[in-house]
């Protein structure tokens, strides 16, 4: 058990080393700012540019958190998925785990540090523009159409704990980081088609980004999403122990 | 609310600071290490000089993903 915080520290250490969390936290920092931006400058950018007898609606605090999600769930992610895609599949690449297992660390250590150091990278820099753009949001728009803003987030981070799991399992699978980035887009794009099974809304872990509006404004309870939270992680406690098991399989040299 | 400008910087500077500061922070960050380097993973000095100070935002993160290699000379 020793070993797993050691390995931990070692890709906390890269993480920084590489200026991977820096590029992280930036973006996803530069999303939270822009977010209340956008939403109060869109109703004027479009007046400058179609004339100003267009009515337009004043934009509100919902339509500012509609940005932050719309963000996050179609850049954000992403993003995490180029930045992190070759976690595991570099290390085998570059050889670098030999040395490290034959003195004795266990490879699922491997995967979990990886896991737990991906995840609270995903936590902290979600909370930290969750709070920035809540509290713009609020300089911004003094309406009161947005009640639930925690309960909105909370899906929003389920899901990348999913999400991440996905990324690393793909990255134990493929050969090359691309390998493991199309094994991402392709679970989004399964996810994303079985949306269209309106049955399935409620156990679909991609309900996890998109409903979050409707949480906000007090339309959707957020009691209702409990089975696609159950279901992401499900899956994400599946894919771990199956990255696990990848990876006893693999031939390090 | 007329978009004149000094108008508008009155208004949104508490999120235009924030925002100038962390572009042109990361695109220094790149240019540091860029010029700190002779080789990358691809291309040369000059094509990432360009890519990360005409792309805000995205030239870096392009830099820091593609053009960065993970050897210490790169």
Known sequence: ?253 | MDLNETQFLIDYWPTLLPVAILEVGLMLVALKHIFQHTRYRFGNRVMWVVIVVVFQIIGPVAYFTWGKGTTSDE
Not at chain 1, 25 to 48: E, G, I, N, Y
Not at chain 1, 117 to 143: K, P
Not at chain 1, 230 to 236: D, E, K, N, P, R
């Open chain 1, 1 to 253: 058990m020793r070993t797993l915080p050691v390995f931990f520290k070692k890709e906390l250490l890269e993480t920084w080393r590489t200026r991977r969390f820096g590029v992280l936290a930036v973006v996803f920092l530069l999303f939270a700012l822009m977010s209340p931006l956008a939403a109060k400058l869109t109703p004027d950018l479009l007046r400058l540019s179609l004339g100003t007898a267009v009515k337009l609606p004043t934009p509100t605090s919902v339509d500012s958190w509609t940005q932050f999600y719309k963000n996050i769930s179609q850049m954000g992610i992403y993003i995490i998925a180029i930045l992190f895609g070759g976690t595991v599949s570099r290390e085998l690449t570059d050889k670098t785990l030999v040395n490290l297992v034959t003195k004795g660390l266990p490879r699922w250590a491997v995967i979990i540090a990886k896991y737990l150091c991906l995840l609270g990278q995903w936590l902290v820099v979600v909370a930290s523009a969750f709070f920035i753009t809540w509290g713009y949001t609020t300089f911004y728009f003094s309406d009161r159409q947005s009640p639930h803003p925690i309960a909105a987030c909370l899906p929003l981070l389920v899901f990348g704990a999913f999400f991440l799991a996905v990324v690393l399992f793909g990255s134990t699978w493929g050969r090359h980081t691309y390998e493991g980035l199309l094994f991402t887009c392709l679970v989004m794009a399964i996810l994303f088609l079985a949306k269209l099974l309106k049955q399935a809304h409620n156990f679909n872990p991609v309900s996890l980004i998109g409903d979050n509006v409707a949480i906000l404004q007090g339309n959707l309870s957020l009691t209702k999403l409990f089975p696609a939270m159950g279901v992401a992680l499900g899956l994400t406690l599946i894919l771990i122990v199956s990255s696990v098991a990848l990876l006893n399989k693999k031939a390090l040299v």
